[in-house]
């Protein structure tokens, strides 16, 4: 009979701790964006907010969602949709300012 | 020989690899559908940066981020419910996601209080009290309700998703060795809780 697949997917996500660790992790950027963005440093802060929002998002794209055990075609996918929601923002922007 | 003939018989065709790639096929668009709006924000930001700053003001920091924690908490109990199922420890997946959709239901009661608290303030889309404001304050607050609004429906959808699931895994659909539609509903919620991330510091955290 054929091998199952699965098998190497199955074998990476069985422990509990790297998902609280995660959480842990999630709550202190959610605490320190808070308290970045009660700082006066003027136009930094939107840039922060991105940043640490980028961060978060970031962990739960490889870790909740399971993208670092899955697939090299699955990382590829959600590039290329990002990739072309950036270019939206890119597009709209080279637009927008020289108007 | 007979082992063979058996298992072929008893063979039921699954592609779980596929299956979690359709489902972020469709994250995509969601992604598309909410980056639109994240496009018309951030173009409006940029035209009246000091009305978003004071609109921003009228919303409830500690009430946002109360709820990011909400949100955040609820996407740690999806994603343990999956190890927990994985595991084949089935009341623990289920006690889980029924954690899940309290945190869901409790993120959407806050969310209540909040619009509540806005409507009697006399700030809702149309009322007098904002069309007395600047329209860059009435964009800031038409934006807020708006996204807020289409991400709560979300929640919603998402709420009853986990609950279907959970019906599942108490009848044994979803068991230790065929689980993906947890993952692919773990995979929604999470998505909810991506956007959340980012509408939290946009709409609670100017300053």
Avoid: C
């Avoid at chain 1, 992790?25 to 907010?49: P, Y």
């Avoid at chain 2, 992604?31 to 609109?55: C, D, K, N, Q, T």
């Avoid at chain 2, 007395?132 to 979300?154: D, Q, R």
């Amino acid at each position: 009979m054929e091998k199952h697949e699965h098998d190497y997917y199955h074998e990476h996500s069985h422990s509990y701790g790297i998902y609280i660790l995660v959480w842990l992790a999630l709550m202190v950027f959610t605490a320190i964006t808070v308290a970045v963005a009660g700082m006066d440093i003027g136009r930094f802060t939107v840039v922060t907010a991105l940043v640490i929002a980028s961060i978060k998002a970031y962990l739960v794209l490889t870790i909740f969602m399971h993208l670092r055990s899955e697939t090299k075609t699955f990382v590829v996918f959600v590039i290329v949709a990002l990739l072309f929601l950036g270019i939206s923002f890119a597009l709209l922007f080279a637009d927008y300012s020289y108007q | 020989m007979s082992s063979t003939e058996h298992s072929v018989s008893a063979h039921v065709h699954t592609d779980d690899i596929g299956s979690r790639m359709g489902m972020w096929l469709f994250l995509f668009t969601e992604l598309l559908l909410f980056g639109g709006m994240f496009l018309i924000y951030s173009v409006y930001r940029y035209e009246y940066p000091e009305a978003f700053h004071i609109a921003a003001k009228e919303l409830n920091t500690i009430m946002g981020a109360f709820n990011t924690a909400v949100l955040l908490t609820s996407s740690l109990t999806m994603a343990l419910s999956i190890v927990a199922i994985q595991r084949g420890q089935k009341n623990l997946s289920i006690v889980m996601q029924l954690i899940t959709i309290f945190l869901a239901i409790f993120f959407l009661v806050n969310k209540y209080f909040e619009w509540s608290a806005k409507f009697h303030h006399g700030i809702y889309p149309g009322s007098e009290e904002l069309l007395s404001k600047s329209s860059g304050e009435i964009l800031f607050f038409g934006l807020y309700y708006v996204m807020t609004g289409l991400h709560g429906v979300h929640v919603i959808v998402g709420m009853f998703l986990i609950a279907v699931m959970t019906r599942m895994t108490r009848k044994e659909i979803i068991t230790k060795d065929s689980y993906v539609r947890l993952e692919n509903a773990g995979l929604y919620w999470h998505l909810v809780d991506i956007i959340w991330i980012f509408l939290f510091p946009l709409f609670y955290l100017i300053t």
